[in-house]
């Protein structure tokens, strides 16, 4: 008799002497808890397979390796973040054209270390792909659309913005530096703009995945800015695997959430003293505020402006880039 402990974050089970954990993470993990409770023993092991799990998926192009436990494009053997990114959209009903799209254009990027950081990127922010195998991802911008750094890159919904790709820093380990920025969801609550803007980006312009904030921004040459996000930074934008536009083919991104309050939202008075004293903070320049000053007139947990100073300071003095280059 098969047996299993079901904890908030797994599952771990026994079949025929053999352990299996599951995390909650597997696209499968619904249907493998419904074949526990209907004493489908045999199933499982097969659901848990990422390799039995795509057989019928193939299609042509991707090649299931059962011998060796891997999963190959048109030769090559993808890395797991693009064979969890198969499994995402399978539980989400959709079949893999999409993904294979996506594969051939992250296969054009010249340069493998772009392509070897972009996994980490995926795995990180988990946004969707568009049916012609670009990907979705979110930056902020000032009021009037334009770049939050120099304020003369228009950033409206419709503009493709382009640089040439030599002029992108493509080294990972400098954090702050020349290119088109992008990001998930969990890197907007570390920099400022008023607005929020959703993009869409051909995986062969990715050129660096900056080391800081686990990976969650990126470098590029190319984007399309194809709606505006109007919701809390603790609500995703998006919760399919594959987005599909509006019925008419036209992109419609327009995303809103009822305005409420939250804990995790960053006010506008933060993000002005951020800023302000990541600027100070750079230039090495006397402090305006200093968090003990607060402390002492007893106002620190109500002076957005001054905590968002004092925090802007801080980074700026270690030349963290947060939230003031994206």
């Known amino acids: 008799m098969p047996s299993f ?67 190959r494009y048109e030769g090559r053997v993808l890395n797991n973040v693009l064979t969890n990114r198969i499994l995402w959209m399978m539980n989400d009903g959709f079949n893999i054209d999409p993904f294979v799209k996506f594969v051939e254009n992250l296969m054009s990027n010249p340069s493998k270390r772009a392509v070897d950081e972009l996994y980490t990127f995926l795995e990180y922010g988990k946004l969707p792909i568009t049916e012609d195998g670009y ?23 419709g503009q493709y913005v382009t640089m040439e790709r030599r002029m992108v820093d493509d080294r990972s380990e400098v954090t702050c530096s020349d290119g088109l920025h992008f990001c998930s969801l969990e890197y907007l609550k570390h920099f400022s703009g008023e607005r929020v803007v959703i993009l869409k980006i051909n995986p062969r312009d990715v050129v660096s995945i900056p080391v800081d904030y686990n990976n969650t921004k990126g470098r590029c040459c190319g984007y399309e800015v194809v709606g505006e996000y109007k919701g809390l930074m603790t609500d995703p934008a998006f919760n399919k695997s594959v987005y599909l536009g509006s019925e008419d083919g036209s992109e419609d991104l327009d995303i809103d959430f009822e305005d409420q309050d939250d804990e995790g939202d960053v006010t506008q008075d933060y993000i002005e003293g951020y800023v302000s004293g990541h600027r100070d903070g750079r230039n090495r320049v006397e402090a305006t505020f200093l968090e003990q000053d607060l402390l002492d007139d007893d106002t620190y947990d109500e002076d957005d402006y001054g905590r968002g100073y004092v925090d802007g300071y801080k980074d700026g003095k270690g030349h963290k880039a947060r939230q003031y280059t994206n």
């Open 5 to 71: 402990i079901l904890t908030d974050n797994e599952l771990s089970i026994v079949i025929d002497n053999t352990p299996y954990t599951v995390e909650r993470e597997h696209p499968k993990f619904s249907e493998i808890i419904s074949a526990v409770k209907e004493a489908r023993w045999s199933d499982i092991p097969e659901l848990i397979s990422v390799a039995k799990a795509l057989q019928v998926f193939g299609e042509g192009k991707v090649e299931v390796d059962e011998d060796e436990g891997v999963i």
């Open 135 to 157: 990907f979705l991802a979110y930056k902020r911008v000032r009021a009037n659309y334009m770049d939050v750094y120099t304020g003369k890159i228009n950033n409206s919904v």
